[in-house]
């Protein structure tokens, strides 16, 4: 088996979480993006880990520290998603900001766990959200207590892997007793430390969904072709990545492909770009940022007006 890892230190982390793992070849993923091995995990970002056997993705994991985000490392998950590899996210599901005016604990939005759940039932893969605990200051614990459940869960991967293959590996992992102390303990910490859980039933207040007639008025555009769009309100003031394009692939998980009753379109809205800006941006074909939005766009609204996709 091979490791390919983005830091090195990541590496060696997940090498040590089994002892089955102690030949396998530490490979930086940088300088081997072309391999065929990880092709289809690196369609759109690269993710901290990609476990390789018999020259195939077995396993992905996205592993933080950071302050808990939505969705900036999204699109780092979705490759693995589409290819039916299973894959964890690793992160702390509350931690401590250090300065600012916006110092202390701060809670993980509940719009993510929404957009992996709804991931994982489009594409009937298994993914698994760990929680990295923190002490009783929210500070992120450092020392291997952190590792328990990564222990139990690469311990119970491989030994199924190397028994059975990957066949049904992804049920297994869902229907494991992991699975549910983990979904337990999720749940346990959406009681505890959100007050208001309703609320991230709704979109947040950049995202805007709207019916064809108010669509219409917006942009003043003739188009009818859907129930309902999507109007993502990206407030960049240049084109960039982070974290507008993963939060614009979480938003087409969780109110596009997550709500297949209705037939809704996703708009980025650019209020700050001009069709101009953009054209010149996008001349340079293998920018990240570029990639992403034209993939996950139906349309365009820009400063000067709306372009469908195709047309952007």
Not at 94 to 116: Q, S
Not at 275 to 289: G, H, I, Q, Y
């Amino acid at each position: 088996m091979k490791i390919f890892f983005d830091d090195l230190n990541e590496g060696f982390w997940f090498q040590k979480l089994s002892p089955k793992l102690a030949n396998a070849e530490l490979i930086p993923i940088t300088g081997n993006t072309d391999s065929e091995e990880l092709s289809k995990v690196l369609v759109y970002d690269r993710p901290d880990i990609v476990l390789v056997g018999d020259n195939k993705p077995l396993l992905v994991i996205e592993r933080t520290v950071e302050v808990p985000t939505v969705g900036q490392r999204f699109a780092r998950l979705v490759a693995a998603a589409e290819s039916r590899i299973p894959l964890i996210y690793f992160g702390p599901y509350m931690a401590r900001k250090h300065g600012g005016d916006t110092a202390g604990p701060r809670y993980m939005n509940l719009r993510l766990f929404y957009a992996l759940d709804s991931m994982a039932k489009i594409h009937d893969t298994a993914i698994t959200i760990m929680n990295w605990p923190v002490d009783e200051h929210c500070e992120i614990i450092r020392s291997e207590q952190k590792d328990v459940h990564m222990k139990q869960y690469v311990g119970m991967f491989l030994d199924y892997y190397l028994a059975n293959g990957m066949k049904g590996i992804s049920k297994t992992i869902t229907e494991s007793s992991l699975q549910k102390e983990l979904t337990q303990e999720r749940e346990l910490f959406i009681k505890k430390y959100v007050r208001k859980p309703n609320d991230y039933d709704l979109p947040p207040p950049s995202v805007r969904i709207l019916t064809p007639k108010h669509f219409c008025s917006l942009t003043h555009s003739k188009d009818g072709s859907y129930d309902e769009y999507v109007v993502y309100n990206v407030g960049m003031t240049y084109v960039r990545s982070d974290p507008y394009t993963g939060m614009a692939m979480l938003y087409r998980y969780l109110y596009i492909l997550g709500k297949q009753e209705k037939k809704r379109a996703l708009v980025l809205y650019f209020p700050n770009i001009t069709k101009a800006v953009w054209s010149k941006t996008a001349r340079n074909e293998k920018r990240k940022d570029i990639r992403l939005y034209k993939k996950v766009a139906d349309a365009i609204l820009f400063a000067d007006g709306l372009e469908w996709k195709g047309h952007f």
